[in-house]
Every structure is written in structure tokens, then in C-alpha cells.
């Protein structure tokens, strides 16, 4: 076996013993409902251009998670937290497969390797890998679009193939979460253009071609998603969820200054090995130089991004892909410096690689199982779904009233069908769900007159909202 595939065949086995222990096991939480539940109704109604929460149309984010979620669910034949889940962790194999395969040229077969480890096991993406939110897939697009673009530049290949490989990944970026990634991807490209002086590769075709590819990829489904729909509403909603962050709507100061370190924390314990870095050690003057640029390219966009009233710490975990890069030359270049006043060897570098190394198998392999144990009987959102379900009779149809995202609906077994308005109920319906808001009006609706919906039970989920079950009847 030669050196690609045992680095290969490494790869997959540490993100196989972190990412799939217990993957399913934990209920749906927090925004995975959203990715999840749109998935179904895509399936449900065969429409993949508009997506849906509940009876609204989804404006606030493109829909590649919920394509994949849905692509997912289609080809294992089943809906389960497993097969919603597995899209991310396969997003971060493939930046793994890339780093050891694509980035081997420029990295080297050890760097290369090192690189995909770090990727892989710090708490950042252990953590998103695990759930189906967009960050696992968006960053990951974005490693894929920085191993391509950077690879193929320190390698002085054509600029046709600098660019355009990393295009399509752009491209689908768009498609996962909108334009940020592009802040990340152009903060490294000029940092690394600066120091180089390598003004013309900006200013070449094969960037405004990249450019056109990138777009069109997004427009392949934002042109029909607009003819689909309201397209004034949809351009609000886009341009609302813009101005909203740089705005800072909800501004809180003591969450917004909390933000770099909290971000920071996504990539430990590699963090922990920067202080350490010495970029005078690079023996090559070019691997200095790019090391420098790849700092700033990190530091400027991450400062940036986390300093905008509306930001959250996830929002800068792009910059994890680059920082692998530059630890991972760090460590294969000997630019990892003990200070004077300590007495360690070169050697004690790999014995702490190699911890961060196990720590994430442990994380994966052990914690996780560990912890889908011992939650096993206080997942609140499968307790609500069990009450539903004990209540509503199998041959029965549950509507859900103006519900936006519910995760307890994941669970529910009998068909579930959606409405906008207490009033828009079905005459034939004989049991629904409302939020404690339309309670009011769900006891007294007309409809059914001479009977009367009464509430059956009140359900809570994990972020202790409130439903509550009717049942029309005498």
C-alpha cells in the first residue's frame, strides 16, 4: 500500500471512530429541526425549489442542507436522526479525503495527514459534524474551496486551475448559507497575493470566469425560487437577514464581546499549540512567506467577522480549514518552538499531536456513546412526541396549526398536515395541535359546530415551548 491510500485509509478510520459512534442516538435539537422537517415536507411534495417550515415558504437560507437531508433520507430509505445527520459528517470526510489527497503535493505526505487530523478533531467540527446544521456543510464547502484554490498555487499551476475547481465549491457555498464564506476565501487570496506581489492572477480571466461559474451554480436555483414565489418578499427577507447582522439587531454587548473567545474555543486543544509558533524557523523563505500571509488572511477575517454587532462565534468557523493548513505546516516545518526556560525535545511535538489526536477519538468514540446513555430517559423532545403519539390514534390526521419549526414533529407517527390559521382547519379534522397563542381561538372555532374542540394535553419541547393537542369532539 503506498503512501495516498494507508493516509487515506488513516483518515477513515479516525473519522469513522469519531463521527459515527451514537450518531443517531441523541433527539433532533436546536436549528436541526429546520433542516430536517423541510426536508420531509421536500419529499412529501416534491418541492425542492421552495422550502417550507411548517405552511410558510423558507426565506432566511438557500436550501443545499435540506437537498441533502432529503437525498439522504431517499436513498437509506428511512427518516431517522442517523440519516438527517450523516450529510455532515460525510462533509467533513471529504475536507479530510481533500487535505490528504488534493493538499499531499504542497504539504507533503506528513503535513497533508496532519492537516486532515487537525480538521478533524477539534471541538469545533466534532461538534457540527454531529448535528445537521449548515455550519458543518458550509465550512466544509469552504475547506474544500481553500485546499483546491491553495494547493494549486503553491504548486504554480495554471490559473485556470487555481480559480475554477475552487468555483464550483464557491458556488455551492451560496447555496448553503449566502455570500459570508466569501469574506474568508478573499481575505486569504489577498493576503497571499500581497505578499507575493502576484497582482495579475486577480485580474485574470480565469477569475472572472470563477466568478460566473460561482454565480450561476447559485442561480441555478435562486431564478426559479424567485419566479416560485413572492420575490419581493424573498429579496426582504434576504436583504433583512444582512442588514440585520451588520446592523445588530438584538444587539447584546455582553454576548458581542464574549464572541472571540468563544470562537476561539471551536479549535481547541489545537489552539493551544499557536503560541508556539515561531515563523522564522521555516527553513524556506516561500514557506515563511505564505505562512505569514496565511496568519493575516486568519486574523483579519476572523477580528472581522466576530466584530459585527450581529455575530455569533460560529459564524468565523471558516477560518479552521486555513488555521489546519498553517499548524500543519508549523509542526512538519520544525517552526513549533519550546521557550528557552523549558527543557523539552522536538519529539515531545508528536507526542502532543498525538494526544489532540486521541483526545477527538475519545470525544467521538467514547464521550458521545457515553452520553446518549445516560440521556436516554430525559430527551424531552421524544417525551412530547410519545404523549402525541399515545393520544392520537394511528388512523387518525394530525394538523399542526401555524407551528413554525418543531423537532417533536420528527417523532410524531401518524400523518401530520399543516395549516396557517386556526380557521383554515379542515371540517373533517378531529385532532390538532395549536401554540398557546391560538388557544383561545382553537375552544371557541366554529366549525365543527355542535361540537367543540377541547385540549387534550400540553406538550413541551427542549426549549420549553408549549403546544397544545386538541381534539374536537362532544
Not at 57 to 86: C, D, M, Q
Not at 176 to 192: C, M, N, Q, R, S
Amino acid at each position: 500500500m503506498n503512501l495516498p491510500f494507508r493516509a487515506v485509509a488513516v483518515v477513515l478510520l479516525v473519522w469513522a471512530l469519531i463521527y459515527l459512534p451514537a450518531l443517531g442516538c441523541l433527539a433532533i435539537k436546536g436549528e436541526e429541526g429546520r433542516r430536517i422537517l423541510t426536508a420531509v415536507q421536500m419529499l412529501e411534495t416534491g418541492n425542492y425549489i421552495v422550502p417550507q417550515i411548517g405552511s410558510n415558504p423558507y426565506f432566511r437560507k438557500p436550501p443545499l442542507v435540506n437537498w441533502l437531508v432529503a437525498a439522504s433520507f431517499k436513498i437509506f430509505g428511512g427518516h431517522n436522526e442517523w440519516t438527517a445527520r450523516l450529510p455532515s459528517a460525510l462533509a467533513i470526510l471529504a475536507v479530510a479525503i481533500a487535505f490528504v489527497t488534493v493538499a499531499r503535493a504542497s504539504l507533503g505526505p506528513r503535513g497533508s495527514t496532519t492537516a486532515a487530523l487537525i480538521w478533524m478533531t477539534n471541538i469545533g467540527m466534532i461538534e457540527k459534524g454531529r448535528l445537521i446544521e449548515i455550519e458543518a456543510l458550509y465550512v466544509s464547502l469552504y475547506g474544500l474551496v481553500i485546499i483546491f484554490w491553495l494547493s494549486f498555487w503553491v504548486q504554480k499551476k495554471s490559473p485556470w486551475l487555481i480559480w475554477l475547481p475552487a468555483s464550483v465549491f464557491l458556488g455551492f457555498g451560496l447555496l448553503a448559507k449566502g455570500p459570508t464564506h466569501l469574506v474568508f476565501f478573499y481575505a486569504i487570496v489577498l493576503a497571499i497575493v500581497w505578499d507575493s506581489k502576484d497582482w495579475r492572477l486577480l485580474v485574470h480571466p480565469a477569475h472572472f470566469a470563477a466568478l460566473a461559474i460561482m454565480l450561476g451554480i447559485a442561480a441555478a436555483w435562486g431564478i426559479p425560487f424567485l419566479y416560485s414565489t413572492t420575490s419581493q418578499v424573498a429579496m426582504d427577507k434576504w436583504s433583512g437577514q444582512l442588514t440585520g447582522r451588520l446592523r445588530g439587531i438584538d444587539f447584546k454587548f455582553l454576548s458581542w464581546i464574549q464572541n472571540i473567545p468563544r470562537a476561539l474555543i471551536y479549535f481547541l486543544p489545537w489552539l493551544l499549540l499557536f503560541p508556539f509558533m515561531r515563523f522564522s524557523k521555516f527553513a524556506d523563505e516561500a514557506q515563511q512567506r505564505l505562512a505569514r500571509a496565511l496568519a493575516w488572511g486568519i486574523a483579519v477575517s476572523f477580528v472581522a467577522v466576530n466584530l459585527v454587532p450581529g455575530a455569533v462565534p460560529r459564524y468565523s468557523m471558516p477560518v479552521i480549514v486555513p488555521a489546519s493548513w498553517l499548524l500543519a505546516m508549523a509542526y512538519v516545518g520544525d517552526a513549533l518552538e519550546w521557550p528557552r526556560s523549558w527543557t523539552r525535545s522536538d519529539r515531545d511535538w508528536a507526542r502532543i499531536v498525538a494526544v489532540f489526536v486521541g483526545l477527538g477519538i475519545a470525544i467521538g468514540a467514547i464521550g458521545y456513546p457515553l452520553t446518549a446513555f445516560a440521556l436516554r430517559n430525559r430527551q424531552q423532545v421524544k417525551k412530547a412526541a410519545a404523549e402525541i403519539n399515545a393520544l392520537v390514534p394511528s388512523n387518525e390526521t394530525l394538523y399542526a396549526v401555524d407551528p413554525d419549526y418543531q423537532p417533536v414533529f420528527f417523532y410524531v407517527k401518524v400523518p401530520l398536515k399543516y395549516v396557517s390559521q386556526v380557521k383554515k382547519l379542515p371540517v373533517d379534522a378531529r385532532y390538532f395541535l395549536v401554540r398557546t397563542k391560538n388557544e383561545a381561538e382553537a375552544s371557541t372555532a366554529p366549525q365543527w359546530a355542535p361540537l367543540r374542540a377541547h385540549p387534550l394535553t400540553r406538550v413541551r419541547d427542549y426549549s420549553n415551548r408549549e403546544l397544545v393537542l386538541f381534539k374536537v369532539g362532544p
